[in-house]
């Protein structure tokens, strides 16, 4: 059947032409991801969660105690994976180098996300470049400890027995350019002391040190502290944020003791650069729904942690602050890493 030859309508021209233009489109199309298929097919399996410190620290203590709520909300199991050192940026970079895919994310502390690249001449990484911001996830306290053969009681008693020892005293740390170890020195600043910095392989390793009578005094999170000071272990001088623990009420902050200072850990969840925004929405979604169950809820705080969840906006910015506070304290101690 041979079709007639005769000039389209102006409609049928238009129709004609549109659909000209969207075949023409349709190669360069194929190329983009659909977001909503994006959104929906994530996660297809279980999500990798490096936990850039040793287990049993305080920044262990929190992934896990969200880890198996979490993997509920979003659909899929997390499977931690414990990689400590150089102050969490070995953990730091395995997930700054991994694809932008959702599955593998970083709970993190201050140390690789605001500290250790700032120690560093020749950082391996960018916090604000290299990571995507999911959420912050919680606060927990930081408590000064010391070992029972400390002759001091008070936040008074050991700073004057720490002048009268300049260089001897010591104290643990998880790593140089941990949270703990800058509330430490932090501390040394505020106080004109020289107690002099012992890092271990981990918040672990360190209380170990600590209880065994290797060092002398530590920070550390409540949560790790409370069963070795109620042990009668280690004794508790002060707390290092600006009010006192519901888990040790008669506990006096470190403000108290007339000395202007205020540190506490926090913990946020990351992943790479380059997150897809569904993927980041997804994973945001889930971790402030889960950090609103009673169970978590509960469970923080009994080990003296404050949930908190955010937007990634507002953690992005939280770090952008960070990293300004503790580049102040960084030039001032000469606390310049290798």
Do not use: C
């Amino acid at each position: 059947m041979t079709i007639p030859k005769t000039a389209p309508a102006a409609g049928d021209a238009r129709r004609t032409a549109a659909a000209a233009a969207i075949a023409g489109l349709l190669p360069l199309l194929g190329w983009l991801p659909a977001p909503d298929a994006t959104a929906q097919a994530f996660p297809a399996r279980p999500i990798r969660l490096l936990i850039p410190a040793s287990p049993g620290g305080p920044a262990d203590i929190v992934a896990r105690i969200v880890a198996q709520s979490y993997g509920e909300a979003i659909g899929q199991s997390l499977v931690a994976d414990n990689r400590a050192g150089a102050g969490g940026g070995i953990g730091a970079e395995i997930v700054a180098r991994s694809q932008p895919d959702g599955y593998t994310v970083m709970i993190s502390h201050s140390g690789p996300l605001a500290i250790e690249p700032l120690r560093q001449s020749k950082p391996s990484y960018d916090p604000l470049r290299d990571f995507t911001a999911v959420s912050l996830v919680a606060e927990q306290a930081y408590v000064l400890i010391v070992h029972p053969s400390v002759q001091a009681k008070t936040v008074q008693e050991l700073v004057a027995l720490a002048r009268t020892r300049p260089g001897k005293m010591n104290f643990a740390s998880g790593g140089p350019g941990t949270g703990i170890h800058m509330a430490a020195e932090l501390f040394n600043l505020v106080a004109g002391l020289k107690v002099v910095h012992v890092p271990y392989k981990g918040a672990g390793p360190g209380m170990g040190a600590l209880i065994g009578g290797e060092v002398d005094m530590m920070f550390n999170g409540i949560s790790s502290a409370l069963p070795q000071v109620r042990a009668g272990k280690l004794r508790a001088l002060a707390m290092a944020g600006t009010k006192r623990s519901n888990l040790l009420p008669e506990l006096p902050t470190i403000q108290e003791a007339g000395f202007r200072y205020d540190t506490s850990g926090w913990y946020g969840y990351v992943g790479p650069a380059g997150l897809p925004k569904p993927i980041v929405a997804r994973l945001n979604e889930a971790l402030v729904k889960t950090l609103a169950t009673p169970e978590v809820r509960e469970r923080f705080a009994s080990q003296g942690i404050d949930g908190i969840g955010s937007t990634p906006a507002a953690f992005a910015e939280f770090l952008r602050d960070e990293m300004a506070k503790w580049r102040k304290v960084i030039a001032a101690s000469g606390l310049k890493g290798d």
